[in-house]
């Protein structure tokens, strides 16, 4: 949800996969946008989702369990 005051995040996230992670990042994205939870089938939409759900669990959590999250809530 954007509000009014919110600052975009400017700075890219890189990073280097396998032709085959990559692959399964488009194919996961695709999945995601015919579920509709993603607006458009592609990996930085997908990468843009996973980052808001990481956010959405530290709000939700004392930063003292911050260690125990995992890349398994994101995609729950």
């Known amino acids: 949800m954007k509000m009014i ?12 996969l396998t032709i085959k992670d990559y692959e399964l990042c488009r194919k996961i994205a695709r999945l995601y946008y015919i579920n509709e939870n993603i607006n ?8 843009r989702f996973a980052l808001m759900r990481v956010f959405e669990e530290f709000r939700q959590k004392d930063f003292s369990s ?3 999250i995992t890349w398994g809530l994101i995609f729950k």
């Open 66 to 68: 911050i260690f125990y």
């Open 5 to 16: 005051g919110d600052k975009k995040l400017s700075k890219a996230v890189s990073t280097k």
């Open 40 to 47: 458009t089938p592609s990996v930085s939409e997908l990468t």
